[in-house]
Protein backbone atom coordinates (compact mmCIF):
# COMPACT_ATOMS: atom_id res chain seq x y z
CA UNK A 1 0.00 0.00 0.00
CA UNK A 2 1.30 3.35 -1.32
CA UNK A 3 2.25 5.49 1.93
CA UNK A 4 1.37 9.62 1.13
CA UNK A 5 4.02 11.97 1.74
CA UNK A 6 3.34 14.42 4.59
CA UNK A 7 3.70 17.85 4.31
CA UNK A 8 5.50 20.16 6.81
CA UNK A 9 2.33 20.97 8.64
CA UNK A 10 1.62 17.32 9.29
CA UNK A 11 5.55 17.02 10.26
CA UNK A 12 4.81 19.77 12.98
CA UNK A 13 1.13 18.55 14.05
CA UNK A 14 3.26 14.66 15.12
CA UNK A 15 5.82 16.24 17.04
CA UNK A 16 3.47 18.90 19.05
CA UNK A 17 1.78 15.56 19.85
CA UNK A 18 4.80 14.42 21.15
CA UNK A 19 5.48 17.28 23.65
CA UNK A 20 3.57 15.92 26.18
CA UNK A 21 4.68 17.82 28.88
CA UNK A 22 1.77 20.68 29.08
CA UNK A 23 -0.53 17.97 28.01
CA UNK A 24 0.01 15.42 31.34
CA UNK A 25 0.17 18.65 33.52
CA UNK A 26 -3.48 19.90 32.27
CA UNK A 27 -5.02 15.78 32.35
CA UNK A 28 -3.39 15.92 35.93
CA UNK A 29 -5.58 18.69 36.92
CA UNK A 30 -8.64 18.23 35.50
CA UNK A 31 -8.87 14.71 37.17
CA UNK A 32 -8.27 15.97 40.57
CA UNK A 33 -11.07 16.91 42.16
CA UNK A 34 -9.37 19.53 44.03
CA UNK A 35 -6.14 21.26 43.88
CA UNK A 36 -2.72 20.00 44.06
CA UNK A 37 -1.69 21.65 46.87
CA UNK A 38 -5.10 21.48 49.21
CA UNK A 39 -3.73 19.05 51.48
CA UNK A 40 -1.49 21.99 53.22
CA UNK A 41 -4.13 24.45 53.21
CA UNK A 42 -7.36 23.00 53.57
CA UNK A 43 -7.46 22.62 56.90
CA UNK A 44 -6.56 26.40 57.16
CA UNK A 45 -9.70 27.89 55.54
CA UNK A 46 -13.18 27.33 56.07
CA UNK A 47 -15.37 25.39 53.91
CA UNK A 48 -18.32 27.43 54.46
CA UNK A 49 -19.62 30.89 54.12
CA UNK A 50 -19.81 32.91 56.92
CA UNK A 51 -23.45 33.48 57.99
CA UNK A 52 -25.27 37.18 58.27
CA UNK A 53 -23.32 38.21 61.54
CA UNK A 54 -20.14 36.00 60.29
CA UNK A 55 -16.77 37.15 58.75
CA UNK A 56 -14.29 36.05 57.26
CA UNK A 57 -10.51 37.00 59.26
CA UNK A 58 -6.83 36.01 59.50
CA UNK A 59 -5.97 33.88 62.61
CA UNK A 60 -1.80 33.56 63.34
CA UNK A 61 -0.61 31.32 65.35
CA UNK A 62 2.38 32.95 67.28
CA UNK A 63 3.97 30.16 69.08
CA UNK A 64 4.73 28.54 65.05
CA UNK A 65 5.83 32.17 63.33
CA UNK A 66 9.14 32.12 62.63
CA UNK A 67 9.17 35.28 61.26
CA UNK A 68 10.65 33.72 57.67
CA UNK A 69 8.96 36.14 55.47
CA UNK A 70 7.61 33.39 52.81
CA UNK A 71 4.00 35.30 53.27
CA UNK A 72 5.41 38.75 52.53
CA UNK A 73 7.49 36.85 49.34
CA UNK A 74 4.19 35.22 48.33
CA UNK A 75 1.83 37.99 48.63
CA UNK A 76 4.54 40.13 47.06
CA UNK A 77 4.83 37.60 43.84
CA UNK A 78 1.00 36.67 43.59
CA UNK A 79 -0.28 40.24 43.72
CA UNK A 80 2.29 41.51 41.20
CA UNK A 81 3.43 44.59 43.41
CA UNK A 82 6.10 47.24 42.75
CA UNK A 83 9.58 46.67 44.35
CA UNK A 84 8.89 48.97 47.58
CA UNK A 85 5.06 47.27 48.20
CA UNK A 86 4.10 45.36 50.39
CA UNK A 87 0.90 44.16 51.85
CA UNK A 88 2.03 41.89 54.70
CA UNK A 89 4.54 42.74 57.01
CA UNK A 90 6.58 40.99 59.49
CA UNK A 91 7.65 42.82 62.91
CA UNK A 92 9.09 42.12 66.33
CA UNK A 93 8.05 42.32 69.67
CA UNK A 94 10.51 42.11 72.62
CA UNK A 95 10.05 41.44 76.26
CA UNK A 96 11.26 40.69 79.56
CA UNK A 97 14.14 41.45 81.21
CA UNK A 98 18.15 40.53 80.92
CA UNK A 99 17.68 37.23 82.37
CA UNK A 100 14.42 36.34 80.79
CA UNK A 101 14.58 37.92 77.32
CA UNK A 102 11.70 37.53 75.04
CA UNK A 103 11.27 37.70 71.46
CA UNK A 104 8.24 37.70 68.85
CA UNK A 105 7.61 37.73 65.77
CA UNK A 106 4.26 38.93 64.42
CA UNK A 107 3.11 38.88 60.98
CA UNK A 108 0.20 41.24 59.78
CA UNK A 109 -1.80 42.28 57.16
CA UNK A 110 -5.05 43.94 57.05
CA UNK A 111 -7.29 43.53 59.71
CA UNK A 112 -10.49 43.37 57.58
CA UNK A 113 -12.06 45.80 60.67
CA UNK A 114 -15.23 45.58 61.45
CA UNK A 115 -15.65 49.13 61.83
CA UNK A 116 -12.90 50.11 59.06
CA UNK A 117 -11.21 53.61 59.16
CA UNK A 118 -9.85 53.97 56.02
CA UNK A 119 -13.75 53.48 54.77
CA UNK A 120 -15.05 56.04 57.12
CA UNK A 121 -12.74 58.47 56.11
CA UNK A 122 -12.11 57.74 51.88
CA UNK A 123 -13.46 61.30 50.56
CA UNK A 124 -14.22 58.69 46.61
CA UNK A 125 -15.75 55.85 48.73
CA UNK A 126 -13.07 53.74 47.31
CA UNK A 127 -13.44 51.55 49.75
CA UNK A 128 -16.51 48.58 50.39
CA UNK A 129 -17.02 45.89 52.71
CA UNK A 130 -18.25 42.98 51.52
CA UNK A 131 -21.74 42.16 53.00
CA UNK A 132 -21.45 38.39 53.14
CA UNK A 133 -17.34 38.05 53.33
CA UNK A 134 -16.75 41.17 55.85
CA UNK A 135 -13.63 41.24 53.28
CA UNK A 136 -12.74 45.12 53.04
CA UNK A 137 -11.89 45.77 49.57
CA UNK A 138 -9.84 48.65 47.84
CA UNK A 139 -11.63 50.01 44.44
CA UNK A 140 -8.83 51.15 42.48
CA UNK A 141 -10.70 53.05 40.18
CA UNK A 142 -12.50 55.09 42.30
CA UNK A 143 -9.34 56.29 44.20
CA UNK A 144 -7.75 59.74 43.86
CA UNK A 145 -4.19 59.16 45.90
CA UNK A 146 -4.78 61.44 48.07
CA UNK A 147 -3.78 58.84 50.95
CA UNK A 148 -6.04 59.83 53.35
CA UNK A 149 -6.38 56.14 54.49
CA UNK A 150 -2.85 55.88 55.73
CA UNK A 151 -3.23 58.44 58.00
CA UNK A 152 -6.28 57.05 58.87
CA UNK A 153 -5.89 53.46 59.25
CA UNK A 154 -4.31 52.69 62.81
CA UNK A 155 -2.35 49.44 61.69
CA UNK A 156 -0.59 50.89 58.34
CA UNK A 157 -2.32 48.79 56.04
CA UNK A 158 -2.90 50.65 53.12
CA UNK A 159 -0.21 51.42 51.26
CA UNK A 160 0.60 54.12 48.39
CA UNK A 161 1.92 53.24 44.97
CA UNK A 162 3.61 56.32 43.30
CA UNK A 163 3.69 54.67 39.72
CA UNK A 164 0.12 53.94 39.70
CA UNK A 165 -0.64 57.33 41.95
CA UNK A 166 -3.26 55.02 44.16
CA UNK A 167 -3.47 53.88 47.16
CA UNK A 168 -3.80 49.71 47.32
CA UNK A 169 -3.98 47.35 50.20
CA UNK A 170 -4.48 43.44 51.31
CA UNK A 171 -8.36 41.91 49.52
CA UNK A 172 -7.44 38.78 51.67
CA UNK A 173 -7.15 36.88 48.43
CA UNK A 174 -11.00 36.90 48.18
CA UNK A 175 -10.95 35.99 43.87
CA UNK A 176 -8.64 32.68 45.31
CA UNK A 177 -11.20 32.76 48.74
CA UNK A 178 -14.17 32.25 46.76
CA UNK A 179 -12.83 29.18 44.12
CA UNK A 180 -11.77 27.20 47.65
CA UNK A 181 -8.28 28.28 46.98
CA UNK A 182 -6.23 29.26 50.35
CA UNK A 183 -5.09 33.15 50.63
CA UNK A 184 -1.52 33.50 49.27
CA UNK A 185 -0.05 34.23 52.87
CA UNK A 186 -1.86 31.19 54.19
CA UNK A 187 -0.76 28.85 51.32
CA UNK A 188 3.09 29.47 51.45
CA UNK A 189 3.35 29.42 55.22
CA UNK A 190 5.46 26.44 56.01
CA UNK A 191 4.21 25.73 59.44
CA UNK A 192 1.07 27.03 58.70
CA UNK A 193 0.52 30.30 61.07
CA UNK A 194 -1.64 31.77 59.16
CA UNK A 195 -5.34 31.05 58.38
CA UNK A 196 -8.17 31.90 57.57
CA UNK A 197 -11.47 31.84 60.39
CA UNK A 198 -15.08 32.78 60.50
CA UNK A 199 -15.64 34.86 63.49
CA UNK A 200 -17.94 36.47 64.76
CA UNK A 201 -18.48 40.44 64.02
CA UNK A 202 -17.73 41.23 67.57
CA UNK A 203 -14.85 39.63 68.23
CA UNK A 204 -13.49 42.82 69.08
CA UNK A 205 -14.50 42.81 72.47
CA UNK A 206 -12.70 40.48 73.57
CA UNK A 207 -9.35 42.70 73.86
CA UNK A 208 -8.63 46.12 73.84
CA UNK A 209 -5.77 45.05 71.83
CA UNK A 210 -4.93 42.28 69.31
CA UNK A 211 -1.18 42.09 70.44
CA UNK A 212 1.05 44.30 72.60
CA UNK A 213 1.89 47.72 70.98
CA UNK A 214 -1.03 47.51 68.64
CA UNK A 215 -3.88 50.77 68.73
CA UNK A 216 -6.94 50.40 70.72
CA UNK A 217 -9.21 47.69 69.19
CA UNK A 218 -11.85 49.93 69.78
CA UNK A 219 -11.33 52.56 67.25
CA UNK A 220 -11.70 50.19 64.17
CA UNK A 221 -12.47 46.96 65.75
CA UNK A 222 -9.88 44.66 63.86
CA UNK A 223 -11.07 41.57 63.56
CA UNK A 224 -7.99 39.47 63.48
CA UNK A 225 -7.04 36.82 65.70
CA UNK A 226 -3.52 36.07 67.34
CA UNK A 227 -3.35 33.02 69.39
CA UNK A 228 -0.54 31.51 71.56
CA UNK A 229 -0.26 29.14 74.81
CA UNK A 230 2.69 30.76 76.05
CA UNK A 231 3.11 33.13 78.58
CA UNK A 232 4.39 36.51 77.73
CA UNK A 233 6.01 39.10 79.99
CA UNK A 234 4.06 42.35 81.04
CA UNK A 235 6.44 44.53 79.35
CA UNK A 236 6.10 42.99 75.45
CA UNK A 237 6.70 45.96 73.59
CA UNK A 238 7.79 46.74 69.74
CA UNK A 239 11.46 46.38 69.38
CA UNK A 240 11.52 50.07 67.05
CA UNK A 241 9.30 51.66 70.17
CA UNK A 242 11.81 54.18 70.78
CA UNK A 243 13.43 54.99 67.32
CA UNK A 244 13.47 57.96 65.97
CA UNK A 245 12.20 58.61 62.51
CA UNK A 246 10.48 61.59 61.08
CA UNK A 247 7.34 60.68 59.25
CA UNK A 248 6.74 61.73 55.68
CA UNK A 249 6.70 65.32 55.59
CA UNK A 250 3.67 66.02 52.77
CA UNK A 251 4.86 68.97 51.82
CA UNK A 252 1.91 69.57 48.91
CA UNK A 253 -0.40 69.65 52.16
CA UNK A 254 2.47 71.48 54.54
CA UNK A 255 2.01 74.55 51.56
CA UNK A 256 -1.73 74.50 51.25
CA UNK A 257 -2.61 74.33 55.06
CA UNK A 258 -0.48 77.32 55.54
CA UNK A 259 -1.67 79.29 53.09
CA UNK A 260 -5.37 78.35 53.23
CA UNK A 261 -5.29 79.57 56.86
CA UNK A 262 -3.68 82.68 55.89
CA UNK A 263 -6.06 83.66 53.19
CA UNK A 264 -8.87 82.71 55.68
CA UNK A 265 -6.71 85.12 58.35
CA UNK A 266 -6.73 88.27 55.66
CA UNK A 267 -10.53 88.25 55.39
CA UNK A 268 -11.23 87.84 59.52
CA UNK A 269 -8.80 91.02 59.44
CA UNK A 270 -10.97 92.61 56.86
CA UNK A 271 -14.11 91.82 58.73
CA UNK A 272 -12.52 93.54 61.86
CA UNK A 273 -11.65 96.69 60.03
CA UNK A 274 -15.18 96.87 58.53
CA UNK A 275 -16.87 97.09 61.71
CA UNK A 276 -13.81 99.31 63.68
CA UNK A 277 -13.88 101.70 60.91
CA UNK A 278 -15.97 103.94 59.27
CA UNK A 279 -18.30 102.95 56.58
CA UNK A 280 -16.79 103.31 53.12
CA UNK A 281 -13.15 103.60 54.66
CA UNK A 282 -12.48 100.52 52.18
CA UNK A 283 -8.75 101.53 50.90
CA UNK A 284 -6.77 98.97 51.95
CA UNK A 285 -9.94 96.61 51.44
CA UNK A 286 -9.31 95.44 47.69
CA UNK A 287 -5.60 94.67 48.02
CA UNK A 288 -6.00 92.84 50.78
CA UNK A 289 -9.13 90.78 49.72
CA UNK A 290 -6.69 90.08 46.30
CA UNK A 291 -3.60 89.42 48.79
CA UNK A 292 -5.87 86.60 50.48
CA UNK A 293 -7.20 85.13 47.30
CA UNK A 294 -4.13 85.12 45.70
CA UNK A 295 -2.37 82.93 49.09
CA UNK A 296 -5.73 80.85 48.84
CA UNK A 297 -5.20 80.12 44.84
CA UNK A 298 -1.48 79.07 45.61
CA UNK A 299 -2.24 76.70 48.63
CA UNK A 300 -4.64 75.27 47.01
CA UNK A 301 -3.32 74.75 43.72
CA UNK A 302 0.21 73.45 45.14
CA UNK A 303 -2.66 71.11 47.23
CA UNK A 304 -3.15 69.47 44.35
CA UNK A 305 0.25 68.07 43.53
CA UNK A 306 -0.22 65.84 46.73
CA UNK A 307 -2.84 63.91 44.83
CA UNK A 308 -1.62 60.78 43.24
CA UNK A 309 -4.87 61.01 40.64
CA UNK A 310 -5.67 64.89 40.97
CA UNK A 311 -8.38 64.09 37.51
CA UNK A 312 -10.32 62.39 39.72
CA UNK A 313 -10.56 65.13 42.80
CA UNK A 314 -14.03 65.97 41.39
CA UNK A 315 -14.97 62.72 42.90
CA UNK A 316 -14.04 64.35 46.49
CA UNK A 317 -18.02 65.06 47.69
CA UNK A 318 -19.02 61.50 47.39
CA UNK A 319 -17.53 60.90 51.15
CA UNK A 320 -19.41 64.08 52.43
CA UNK A 321 -21.68 62.27 55.22
CA UNK A 322 -18.91 60.90 56.87
CA UNK A 323 -15.38 61.91 55.37
CA UNK A 324 -14.06 65.23 57.04
CA UNK A 325 -11.55 65.37 53.84
CA UNK A 326 -14.31 65.12 51.66
CA UNK A 327 -16.07 68.47 53.27
CA UNK A 328 -12.41 70.21 53.33
CA UNK A 329 -12.63 69.53 49.73
CA UNK A 330 -15.53 70.67 49.06
CA UNK A 331 -15.87 73.70 51.42
CA UNK A 332 -12.47 75.25 50.14
CA UNK A 333 -13.93 74.68 46.55
CA UNK A 334 -16.13 76.85 47.15
CA UNK A 335 -14.18 79.47 49.36
CA UNK A 336 -12.54 80.78 46.09
CA UNK A 337 -15.25 82.07 44.05
CA UNK A 338 -16.89 83.94 47.00
CA UNK A 339 -13.50 85.64 47.83
CA UNK A 340 -13.46 86.52 43.98
CA UNK A 341 -17.26 87.43 44.08
CA UNK A 342 -16.38 89.98 47.07
CA UNK A 343 -13.16 91.20 45.22
CA UNK A 344 -15.58 92.43 42.61
CA UNK A 345 -18.40 93.95 44.77
CA UNK A 346 -15.00 96.17 46.16
CA UNK A 347 -13.92 96.78 42.85
CA UNK A 348 -17.50 98.21 41.73
CA UNK A 349 -18.33 99.87 44.92
CA UNK A 350 -21.39 98.37 45.87
CA UNK A 351 -21.44 99.01 49.34
CA UNK A 352 -24.99 96.89 50.25
CA UNK A 353 -23.56 93.74 49.39
CA UNK A 354 -19.90 94.20 50.70
CA UNK A 355 -20.54 93.53 54.19
CA UNK A 356 -22.32 90.64 54.15
CA UNK A 357 -20.23 89.42 50.90
CA UNK A 358 -16.81 90.17 53.48
CA UNK A 359 -18.78 88.14 56.75
CA UNK A 360 -19.80 85.23 54.35
CA UNK A 361 -16.28 84.90 52.96
CA UNK A 362 -14.97 84.93 56.39
CA UNK A 363 -17.39 82.67 58.41
CA UNK A 364 -17.33 79.84 55.16
CA UNK A 365 -13.59 80.57 55.61
CA UNK A 366 -13.24 79.57 59.27
CA UNK A 367 -15.87 76.74 59.05
CA UNK A 368 -12.75 75.70 56.01
CA UNK A 369 -10.07 75.89 59.07
CA UNK A 370 -12.13 73.48 61.49
CA UNK A 371 -12.38 70.66 58.69
CA UNK A 372 -8.73 71.05 57.97
CA UNK A 373 -8.62 70.60 62.04
CA UNK A 374 -11.10 67.94 62.20
CA UNK A 375 -9.31 65.64 58.68
CA UNK A 376 -6.13 65.22 61.43
CA UNK A 377 -7.59 64.94 64.47
CA UNK A 378 -9.95 62.47 62.99
CA UNK A 379 -6.68 60.29 62.59
CA UNK A 380 -6.41 59.88 66.03
CA UNK A 381 -2.84 60.69 66.57
CA UNK A 382 -1.72 62.07 69.94
CA UNK A 383 0.00 64.18 68.41
CA UNK A 384 -2.12 65.80 66.66
CA UNK A 385 -5.72 65.51 69.05
CA UNK A 386 -8.33 67.80 69.06
CA UNK A 387 -7.31 70.97 71.01
CA UNK A 388 -3.78 70.71 69.87
CA UNK A 389 -4.72 71.09 66.45
CA UNK A 390 -7.31 73.94 66.80
CA UNK A 391 -4.51 76.32 68.55
CA UNK A 392 -1.86 75.29 65.94
CA UNK A 393 -4.33 75.91 62.90
CA UNK A 394 -6.71 78.68 64.27
CA UNK A 395 -2.83 80.50 65.55
CA UNK A 396 -1.96 80.23 62.17
CA UNK A 397 -4.68 82.24 60.47
CA UNK A 398 -4.67 84.79 63.26
CA UNK A 399 -0.84 85.35 62.59
CA UNK A 400 -0.62 84.94 58.95
CA UNK A 401 -3.85 87.59 58.78
CA UNK A 402 -3.03 89.76 61.12
CA UNK A 403 0.99 90.06 59.74
CA UNK A 404 -0.14 90.81 56.34
CA UNK A 405 -2.89 93.16 57.32
CA UNK A 406 -0.40 95.26 59.28
CA UNK A 407 1.63 95.35 56.36
CA UNK A 408 -0.67 95.93 53.53
CA UNK A 409 -1.71 99.09 55.76
CA UNK A 410 1.65 100.54 56.45
CA UNK A 411 2.21 100.03 52.91
CA UNK A 412 -0.92 102.39 52.16
CA UNK A 413 0.27 104.65 54.88
CA UNK A 414 -2.01 103.38 57.31
CA UNK A 415 -2.32 103.28 60.78
CA UNK A 416 -2.49 99.98 62.52
CA UNK A 417 -5.41 99.45 64.65
CA UNK A 418 -5.29 98.15 68.17
CA UNK A 419 -7.39 95.24 67.54
CA UNK A 420 -5.30 93.91 64.48
CA UNK A 421 -1.94 93.94 66.59
CA UNK A 422 -4.62 91.92 69.69
CA UNK A 423 -5.47 89.64 66.49
CA UNK A 424 -1.82 88.90 66.35
CA UNK A 425 -1.17 88.33 70.10
CA UNK A 426 -4.00 86.16 70.55
CA UNK A 427 -2.72 84.01 67.57
CA UNK A 428 1.01 84.15 68.89
CA UNK A 429 -0.60 82.97 72.44
CA UNK A 430 -2.59 80.18 71.16
CA UNK A 431 0.52 78.81 69.17
CA UNK A 432 3.26 79.32 71.86
CA UNK A 433 0.65 77.61 74.85
CA UNK A 434 0.97 74.41 72.32
CA UNK A 435 4.05 74.39 70.77
CA UNK A 436 6.53 75.05 73.74
CA UNK A 437 5.02 72.66 76.42
CA UNK A 438 5.13 69.66 73.50
CA UNK A 439 8.97 70.15 73.67
CA UNK A 440 9.14 70.46 77.69
CA UNK A 441 7.66 66.69 76.93
CA UNK A 442 11.39 65.49 76.11
CA UNK A 443 11.87 65.80 79.94
CA UNK A 444 8.96 62.94 80.72
CA UNK A 445 10.19 59.98 82.59
CA UNK A 446 7.75 57.49 81.07
CA UNK A 447 8.24 57.09 77.11
CA UNK A 448 5.22 58.49 75.25
CA UNK A 449 4.46 59.37 72.20
CA UNK A 450 4.18 63.01 73.45
CA UNK A 451 7.86 61.88 74.47
CA UNK A 452 8.46 60.68 71.25
CA UNK A 453 6.70 63.69 69.45
CA UNK A 454 9.48 65.86 71.29
CA UNK A 455 12.41 63.96 70.82
CA UNK A 456 12.00 64.28 66.94
CA UNK A 457 11.78 67.99 67.51
CA UNK A 458 14.87 68.42 69.80
CA UNK A 459 16.36 65.50 67.87
CA UNK A 460 16.31 64.73 63.63
CA UNK A 461 14.10 67.63 63.10
CA UNK A 462 15.97 70.61 65.04
CA UNK A 463 17.43 72.30 62.38
CA UNK A 464 13.55 72.98 60.97
CA UNK A 465 12.49 73.76 64.94
CA UNK A 466 15.40 76.65 65.05
CA UNK A 467 14.17 77.96 61.74
CA UNK A 468 10.73 78.16 62.97
CA UNK A 469 11.91 80.30 66.13
CA UNK A 470 14.02 81.65 64.26
CA UNK A 471 12.24 83.40 61.94
CA UNK A 472 9.33 84.03 64.29
CA UNK A 473 11.39 86.46 66.32
CA UNK A 474 13.14 87.92 63.91
CA UNK A 475 9.77 88.54 61.84
CA UNK A 476 8.30 90.55 65.62
CA UNK A 477 11.27 92.35 65.64
CA UNK A 478 11.28 93.92 62.12
CA UNK A 479 7.19 94.11 62.23
CA UNK A 480 8.24 97.87 63.74
CA UNK A 481 11.06 99.07 61.33
CA UNK A 482 10.04 96.90 57.85
CA UNK A 483 6.63 95.02 58.22
CA UNK A 484 6.60 93.80 54.76
CA UNK A 485 9.96 91.87 55.24
CA UNK A 486 8.44 90.81 58.84
CA UNK A 487 5.41 89.44 57.71
CA UNK A 488 7.43 87.34 55.00
CA UNK A 489 10.06 85.64 57.99
CA UNK A 490 6.64 85.29 60.19
CA UNK A 491 5.09 83.43 57.45
CA UNK A 492 8.12 81.47 56.52
CA UNK A 493 7.87 80.75 60.11
CA UNK A 494 4.46 79.25 60.23
CA UNK A 495 5.47 77.41 57.04
CA UNK A 496 8.27 75.69 59.01
CA UNK A 497 5.75 74.92 62.21
CA UNK A 498 3.40 73.16 59.45
CA UNK A 499 6.27 70.96 58.49
CA UNK A 500 7.20 70.21 62.07
CA UNK A 501 3.34 69.27 62.49
CA UNK A 502 3.92 66.13 59.71
CA UNK A 503 7.66 65.40 60.32
CA UNK A 504 6.69 65.36 64.39
CA UNK A 505 3.82 63.48 64.33
CA UNK A 506 4.03 58.91 65.74
CA UNK A 507 2.12 57.20 63.17
CA UNK A 508 0.24 54.36 64.47
CA UNK A 509 1.19 51.27 62.97
CA UNK A 510 1.23 47.20 64.03
CA UNK A 511 4.41 46.66 65.81
CA UNK A 512 7.80 46.24 65.17
CA UNK A 513 6.89 47.13 61.29
CA UNK A 514 9.84 48.91 59.09
CA UNK A 515 7.93 52.71 57.79
CA UNK A 516 6.92 52.46 54.38
CA UNK A 517 9.99 52.73 51.90
CA UNK A 518 7.55 54.81 49.68
CA UNK A 519 7.01 57.41 52.62
CA UNK A 520 10.20 57.52 54.02
Same mark, same amino acid.
Given at each position: ?422 ? !??? +?? $????? &???? @? /? #????? =? ?9 ? !??? +?? $????? &???? @? /? #????? =? ?43
Amino acid at each position: MHTPSTNLIDKLLTEQHTLTAVETFSKQHDQAAIPAQAQYYRDLIPLSKPNKDEQFAFEVDLDICTGCKACVVACHSLNGLDKDESWRDVGVITGGHSENAFQQTVTTACHHCADPACMNGCPTLAYEKDEQTGIVRHLDDQCIGCQYCILKCPYDVPKYNAKLGIVRKCDMCHGRLKEGEAPACVQSCPNGAISIKIVDKNIHEQAPHMIAGAYNSQYTKPTTTFRSKKTRPENMAPIDEQSLMPEHGHLPLVWMLTFTQVAVGVFTAMCILDIIREPGNNAAQLPLAIVGLGFACIGLGVGFLHLGSPLGAWRAFLGLKKSWLSREIVTFGVWPPLAMATIAILWFGIDDLLTPARSACCVLGLLGVFTSVMVYADTKREFWRLGHTIARFYGTTLIGGSVLTIATLTFFKQDTPTQILGM !LGI +GL $LLKTS &IEIP @S /L #LSARD =SKWSSAKKSAL !LQT +GP $LRRDL &ICRW @S /L #LLLGL =SLMIIAPIVGAIAILTSEWYARKLFFRAVVAHKMPGQLPNPAHS
